[in-house]
């Protein structure tokens, strides 16, 4: 024990000689290095110390300016990891790898690729081969390969194998072959029952409502089913359902002019409206926002208002389900980028309860 202290304080005396005939830049250096090195510690004050980029640069450039034999008492690393860092550097500064073409084929732009998923998501029966000739008829010429490696990378299966449909696919898929019929009544300002039948075409959201009575029977739901049939004409033959709830109303006759023209009727569960749920939140709409604000005098007054807000319904409204679009329209609208450079008139519907908006010609 004495003799390692004995040996530790000779050790300290002779190195005050070494310390004194140190140049001024080295000292310099090795305060930088230890200042360094003391802040990459109270950086990290737990774990592992871990060196920045900045960290390694900043020593190897240290080093340069103090002799090799002083390294071990400066600096914390050892000196092969900072010829190792400093190597790194240097390499670095004279790579000319990035600057030059990459080897092989150019990769498929991000925006062909994002549109081949696409068409593997919205037909899940198309292979990678149909996929190549539908880009092809796009104007996309690609190899039937590349699509192949972009739909394996992406964990797509092959065709038909590929997971599906899903249930939004699904119901969606089955919404285009089927129309639903509803009763709903309206009260005049005198207490009179009035009543009318709704029938709604789920795939287009195209909403037909029939005529107006106070005494609903069956053979009046009779003529009305034959008014429907007649303005779906020959939209008939995509449609599939006929869905409507158990009312005696209908009748056996009401069914056999839908099953005339190859539909099936599907009856709801006794006192369940959700079976019917599109129909009943139409009927909804109707009296929100027109019967609710309209003082309805007489069955005359009372078809007046429903044909009103069916066209509105149909040519105007717009529906989330359709992207924005109403039944009767076929595409989106011209984008409108100028708003100070058109006028925008107001078209009152019904009076006043419903608005619509058209830019001027």
């Known amino acids: 024990m ?17 310390v004194l005939l140190r140049s001024q830049a080295t000292k310099d250096a090795e305060l930088l290095v230890l200042r360094h090195e003391n802040a990459v510690l109270r950086r990290q004050i737990h774990g592992r110390v871990r060196y920045e980029p900045f960290d390694r640069f900043w020593l190897a450039a240290l080093s340069g300016l103090i002799p090799r034999c002083r390294w071990r ?43 081949i998923l696409r068409l593997a998501r919205e037909n899940t029966r198309w292979g990678h081969r149909r996929i190549q000739g539908e880009l092809a008829r796009l104007g996309h010429p ?24 899903t249930w939004r696919e699904f119901l969606t898929n089955q919404a285009e072959g089927i129309i639903a019929a509803d009763f709903f009544h309206l009260d005049t300002v005198f207490g009179r029952r009035l009543y009318a ?10 909403l037909h409502i029939s005529n107006v009575t106070a005494h609903p029977s069956r053979e009046w739901a009779v003529q009305q089913a034959r008014n429907v049939a007649a303005d779906l004409n020959t939209r008939m033959e995509s449609l599939r359902f006929l869905l409507r709830d158990r009312d005696g109303k209908y009748g056996q006759s009401f069914d056999a002019v839908f099953e005339a023209d190859g539909m099936e009727v599907i009856k709801s569960a006794p006192r369940t409206p959700r079976m019917n749920a599109h129909c009943e939140r ?3 709409s109707i009296r929100r926002e027109a019967l609710d604000h309209i003082l309805i005098t007489n069955e005359a007054h009372a078809r ?7 066209r509105h319904y149909n040519t105007h409204r717009p529906h989330r389900s ?12 011209i984008t409108v980028h100028n708003l100070n450079a058109r006028r925008l008139l107001r078209t009152r519907v019904l009076g006043g309860p419903i608005n619509e908006y058209h830019y001027a010609a």
């Open 2 to 18: 004495t003799v390692s202290l004995v040996y530790k304080v000779v050790r300290k005396l002779l190195s005050i000689p070494r």
């Open 73 to 115: 008492g400066v600096f914390p690393i050892t000196p092969g990891t900072l010829l190792a860092w400093h190597r790194r550097f240097i390499a670095a500064k004279w790579d000319y790898s990035a600057r030059r073409a990459p080897a092989g084929r150019p990769p498929t732009r991000a925006a062909l690729r994002k549109l």
């Open 142 to 165: 690609i190899a039937a390969s590349t699509v192949w490696n972009i739909l394996t990378a992406a964990g797509i299966d092959p065709a038909p194998r590929r997971t599906g449909p």
């Open 197 to 206: 039948l709704a029938f709604l075409e789920h795939g287009t959201r195209r």
């Open 282 to 284: 139409v009927i909804g």
């Open 304 to 310: 007046q208002v429903l044909a009103a807000y069916q």
């Open 322 to 333: 359709r992207d924005q679009l109403p039944p009767d329209a076929g595409q989106q609208p």
